[in-house]
């Protein structure tokens, strides 16, 4: 008997339309790179004969293993390719920065440098030429306030701290002795929000009463009278860059009476209000890009948009519309380079306004010339469609915060979970890289280290995790109840809540 051959099955219609036929893979050619030190351009290791597609993550990885070093530490590079002179045009870049592959970014430059036949020198950056040592202990133990501290925030240089309570009162502790420094006594209402001035000139507090201050740390006076002008309490602070203003940086608030407001810190006046939104504003953050690089204000509110602004006069760019729900946090990519200006792991103090204002600015361009200045929910340079969606958390999202040096983002949530995002660029951006899990509440704050290797997160204790293994590296307990702020500078984890006390 013959034996009967299946059905073919039946093609696949997609709204009528027959399936495409897959497209065949694309072969990719092997070259010949050299990889050499971005400062002395001496060889890393022998050149390697590799196919060009190999991803930006490759590439790193197989210069981990080439290194020389004794120890184990992976070092996290940035990959460019200079351009020859003759390949060159006036005004415009000299290098190719490698942020997917060879292939991609530099056989299919549009300068047509290079080809299959060159030998490729491929300068490797370090992105992490420091190592910050892990917080295993509780070194100091301060008290002083008198109700739950709701905030707390280490100024740019690492020398101070400044901590916001229920009590009505913001205080200054001196991170070298460990000890008190000044309070600021002249909110009359619960300190919601504590923000430092990029060149630790200035400390901004807002607060329930709606007023905003300015103070001076190293006297403790205020700065002149309250900032009035919000009809409810201050959400959120934001200073503006300084690598766009280093001599009199302006301040942004936003606020529950749905506005967001700019003042001139100078004269303490208002320069002007952002008036779109139809609920609270709950976070404002100052980008450092913008239209021609004057910088742009980010927006989040209740109403479940986000708003971007030209933060030279107030000008509404874009409406972001695809959120359901309440948008209660943001992060950009360029946070902890807005956030320390001019200052980095050297220690270096500048001399003038001028001087701090071109260390910023290099610190900021050496970021974005990796990836874009992003926000989760990311206007995308004019579109106004989210570029990816960060799906994953059980129960409403509390904080999210970048990496210092962009390539990840972490989230914290109410389902006691941390959930780890690849965002370097490279591949899918955003791809969920790993969930880290130990808290049995809800995890409230995120703090990252300065050199983007730890995490420690604020739930009803604080824990760090090493990104290493996606564990938890310390745990930080102490606290008598539950931690609301957390904040990581140097090897300093600090960390306040509703038992009224500052651990360090």
């Given amino acids: ?202 400390l901004s507090s807002g607060g329930h009463d709606g007023h905003i201050r300015l103070w001076d740390p190293k006297t403790g006076k205020p700065l002149g009278d309250a900032m009035k002008g919000h009809s409810k309490w201050v959400t959120s602070l934001a200073w503006e860059p300084i690598h766009l203003n280093s001599s009199a940086p302006r301040l942004a608030s936003s606020s529950k009476d749905g506005t967001v407001r700019v003042w001139s810190t100078a004269t303490r006046k208002l320069e002007y209000a952002l008036g779109g939104h139809t609920a609270s504003v709950n976070v404002v953050k100052w980008g450092g890009g913008g239209l021609n690089g004057h910088g742009v204000l980010y927006t989040a509110s209740s109403d479940r948009t986000v708003r971007v602004w030209d933060a030279r006069g107030g000008k509404q760019l874009h409406i972001l519309k695809d959120h359901a729900h309440w948008v209660t946090t943001l992060a950009l990519n360029t946070d902890f380079v807005l956030r320390t200006g001019p200052f980095d792991h050297t220690g270096k103090r500048p001399s003038s306004d001028e001087e701090a204002q071109a260390l910023a600015l290099k610190r900021y361009t050496a970021l974005v010339s990796r990836t874009p200045e992003l926000l989760i929910s990311e206007p995308g340079g004019g579109k106004t469609k989210p570029l990816t969606r960060l799906t994953g958390h059980q129960r409403q999202v509390s904080h999210v915060a970048f990496s210092p040096d962009g390539r990840w983002a972490a989230s914290a949530g109410w389902d006691s979970a941390v959930r780890l995002w690849d965002c370097s660029g490279a591949g899918q951006l955003g791809k969920f890289v790993a969930t880290l899990r130990g808290h049995v509440g809800p995890v409230y704050r995120l703090a990252w280290s300065a050199d983007s290797r730890m995490l420690v997160s604020a739930s009803k204790d604080a824990t760090i995790w090493d990104l290493k293994t996606y564990k938890i590296k310390s745990d930080l307990p102490g606290h008598t109840d539950e931690v609301y702020c957390v904040d990581f500078v140097a090897d300093k984890v600090v960390s306040g809540g509703r038992d009224r006390t500052v651990k360090m």
């Avoid at 339309?17 to 890393?44: C, M, R, W, Y």
């Avoid at 002179?85 to 970014?105: G, H």
């Fill in 1 to 202: 008997m013959a034996t009967l051959l299946p059905p073919p099955k039946r093609p696949k219609l997609y709204h009528g339309v027959a399936e495409p036929e897959p497209e065949p893979l694309k072969k990719s050619p092997n070259i010949v790179v050299q990889f050499v030190n971005e400062h002395d351009g001496t060889p890393i290791a022998p050149a390697v004969n590799l196919p060009a597609n190999v991803a930006r993550e490759g590439l790193e990885a197989l210069v981990n293993q080439l290194r020389t070093k004794d120890d184990d530490e992976h070092v996290p590079f940035g990959f460019y390719v200079a351009l020859p002179e003759t390949a060159t045009k006036p005004n415009a870049p000299t290098r190719i920065v490698i942020s997917k592959s060879i292939e991609v970014d530099v056989l299919a430059h549009a300068s047509h440098a290079f080809s299959e036949e060159d030998v490729l020198v491929v300068r490797c950056a370090p992105q992490s030429v420091f190592k910050v040592r892990p917080a295993t202990r509780c070194s100091a133990t301060l008290s002083g306030h008198s109700s739950p501290i709701l905030c707390t925030s280490f100024s740019p240089t690492g020398n101070l701290l400044a901590t916001g309570s229920g009590d009505t009162h913001v205080r200054l502790w001196d991170l070298f002795t460990e000890t008190p420094s000044h309070t600021l006594i002249g909110h009359s209402g619960w300190v919601l929000c504590v923000e430092w001035d990029p060149l630790e000139r200035k």
